[in-house]
C-alpha cells in the first residue's frame, strides 16, 4: 500500500517572494497615506492659522517618517486637487455633521 503524500497551496518560491514584495508594497503605501495625512493635517491647520508651521518638504523630510518619497508625492498630489477633492466630499454629503472634525 503506497502512502500519499498531502499536498498544500501549490506554491513555488518565487511566488512567496512576489508575495513578501506585494506585502511590504501595501505595508509602504499603508505607512504613506497615514504619514501624509498627519503632514497635511498640519500644513492645512497652520494654513488656516496664518501661521507656516514648516514647509512640506521640512515636515516630510523629517527624520521620523519612513516612506519620505511616497508621503510627499501623496502629500503633493492631495494638495493639486484639494479643491476638487473638498467639492466631491460637500455634493455627495459624506462627511455630515456627525463626522466633520472641528475647523
Known amino acids: 500500500m503506497a502512502r500519499s503524500k498531502k499536498r498544500g497551496s501549490a506554491t513555488s518560491p518565487g511566488d512567496k517572494a512576489e508575495n513578501r514584495r506585494s506585502g511590504k508594497a501595501e505595508r509602504s503605501a499603508y505607512f504613506a497615506r497615514r504619514e501624509a495625512a498627519k503632514v497635511l493635517r498640519t500644513v492645512l491647520q497652520g494654513d488656516a492659522k496664518r501661521r507656516a508651521v514648516g514647509s512640506i518638504k521640512s515636515l516630510v523630510y523629517c527624520p521620523s517618517l519612513r516612506n519620505k518619497r511616497g508621503t510627499f508625492a501623496l502629500v ?10 473638498k467639492d466631491v466630499l460637500d455634493s455627495s454629503k459624506i462627511l455630515n455633521s456627525k463626522w466633520k472634525s472641528n475647523g
Not at 76 to 85: E, G, M, V
Open 76 to 85: 503633493c498630489q492631495t494638495l493639486k486637487y484639494l479643491s476638487i477633492i
